[in-house]
């Protein structure tokens, strides 16, 4: 069969089949991420491609001028048969592409979010895709890293001092267990509570809940640890043994939960021990008397008492001064009872003050009771005695009695000198 001779035609070479792709290919829109650029270029308002038009779904041309009539095109010849191609092998695959925008749709218009800062692009048909992260969220997620941080070293040297404070006095093992709490930022009045919860801190100031069990506010921690350093500073000073204020666990002081419990300031406190003091620092006698008037308080026992805030300082007091007089009574060789020394205390009389006066007392009891004895008058007894020396309740009596006495006894002597020992006494500092 003869060769056709394409060129005696006049028309277009003949393309095959591979050529066409060739050039489709050249003319396609290129990939995704050609795409994305596209559409961040329309976005910024720069001129597009025809290729990049194309991509996002618009017309591939733009706008052109109104072109003017044109003439008459030359008529062609027809063309010869084409020369068919054989069939093609398959394309090579390519690999995975990343996220192309869809060419079905158009982008109507691209918008940004004003709480993020993100870029959209909003297609015809209702859709979003974001375009691009914006700065916003970026910049709250740091600045949200950045006050996690500050609270983080903040709570860091929060717990450094805390734990440094409470070791001075043993009680770093209070802290340790709240590290994290402290470190995370936790603020301080959230602290205070976990703290105050802590099996280890309710043993340590067990006190506050006595406090508030008796009527009394809780104290914080530095005030307690405060009365604990002033109350045993007093029991050192006045010399108290050492078990008065021995330290045990996380440096407890047993016998001093009872004290804050009762809220007993440190300058009751010392009037407390001063007390105690005079009975167990006193003489023999005085001591005596008060294991005599109180046997249930032994020389320990005593001190325990007067330290008890259940005991009032004025019954403290009370027994204290009885002691005395009880005291100075023995010494005098007088007799003592509890209930007649604490009659005395009522009526005003300080131990010191009878045992200057129980001499006196003394000469004068014996005398007015021989006297009474002798001219068979009404007996004149200790208290008759007590009560016309010093002067308390009953005096008025007990003056005329001894006054009666004393007339008999001039009286019976006749004699300006011999008045007597009743007036003697009576006329004394006393």
């Known amino acids: 069969?003869?060769?056709?001779?394409?060129?005696?035609?006049?028309?277009?070479?003949?393309?095959?089949e591979q050529t066409k792709l060739g050039q489709q290919r050249?003319?396609?829109?290129t990939a995704a991420v050609d795409a994305r650029t596209a559409l961040n270029k329309l976005t910024s308002g720069q001129t597009l491609t025809p290729a990049e038009r194309q991509v996002l779904g618009m017309s591939p041309a733009g706008?052109?001028?109104?072109?003017?009539?044109?003439?008459?095109?030359?008529?062609?010849?027809?063309?010869?048969?084409?020369?068919s191609t054989g069939p093609t092998g398959p394309t090579k695959s390519t690999g995975p592409t990343g996220p192309t925008l869809s060419t079905s749709k158009t982008v109507v218009s691209t918008y940004i979010d004003d709480a993020t800062g993100d870029t959209y692009a909003l297609y015809s048909d209702g859709s979003r895709e974001l375009l691009s992260?914006?700065?916003k969220a970026l910049d709250a997620a740091a600045e949200e890293r950045r006050i996690a941080e500050e609270k983080r070293r903040q709570g860091q040297s929060a717990y450094d001092l805390l734990y440094s404070q409470f070791k001075l006095y043993g009680l770093e093992s209070l802290v340790e267990p709240l590290k994290g709490l402290i470190t995370s930022g936790a603020s301080p009045a959230e602290f205070t509570i976990k703290l105050r919860e802590t099996p280890a801190y309710q043993k340590r100031f067990a006190a506050n809940a006595k406090r508030i069990a008796n009527g009394f506010a809780a104290i914080d921690e530095a005030t307690y640890?405060?009365?604990?350093?002033?109350?045993?500073?007093?029991m050192q000073n006045y010399g108290l043994p050492p078990s008065y204020?021995?330290?045990?666990?996380?440096?407890?002081?047993?016998g001093f939960e009872d004290l804050i419990a009762g809220n007993v300031d440190p300058v009751t406190l010392e009037e407390r021990v001063i007390e105690g003091q005079k009975v167990l620092k006193g003489s023999k006698q005085i001591l005596d008397a008060a294991k005599q008037f109180y046997p249930s308080l032994t020389d320990g026992d005593f001190l325990g008492y007067v330290l008890n805030p259940k005991n009032a300082l004025s019954d403290i007091k009370r027994k204290v001064s009885a002691a005395e007089i009880g005291g100075a009574q023995l010494g005098a060789g007088l007799?003592?009872?509890?209930?007649?020394?604490?009659?005395?205390?009522?009526?005003?009389?300080?131990?010191?003050?009878y045992q200057q006066a129980a001499p006196v007392i003394e000469q004068a009891a014996t005398r007015g009771g021989q006297l009474a004895a002798m001219y068979n008058q009404t007996p004149y007894t200790?208290?008759?005695a007590e009560q016309a020396i010093l002067n308390i309740p009953g005096s008025a009596e007990a003056l005329k009695q001894t006054d009666k006495l004393t007339a008999l006894e001039k009286a019976s002597f006749a004699k300006k000198s011999g008045v007597g020992i009743l007036s003697r006494e009576r006329s004394g500092t006393l």
Not at 1 to 16: F, H, L
Not at 26 to 29: D, G, I, K
Not at 63 to 83: E, H, Q, V
């Open 1 to 16: 069969m003869a060769r056709i001779n394409e060129s005696s035609y006049g028309t277009t070479p003949i393309v095959d």
């Open 26 to 29: 050249a003319t396609a829109p």
């Open 63 to 83: 706008p052109t001028a109104p072109a003017g009539p044109t003439g008459p095109t030359a008529a062609t010849g027809p063309t010869g048969p084409t020369k």
């Open 133 to 135: 992260k914006g700065t």
């Open 225 to 234: 640890l405060d009365l604990e350093d002033k109350y045993q500073s007093i």
């Open 245 to 254: 204020y021995a330290k045990g666990e996380m440096g407890i002081q047993a």
């Open 335 to 353: 007799a003592a009872t509890a209930a007649g020394a604490e009659e005395l205390v009522a009526a005003g009389v300080t131990g010191q003050r």
């Open 382 to 384: 200790q208290q008759t």
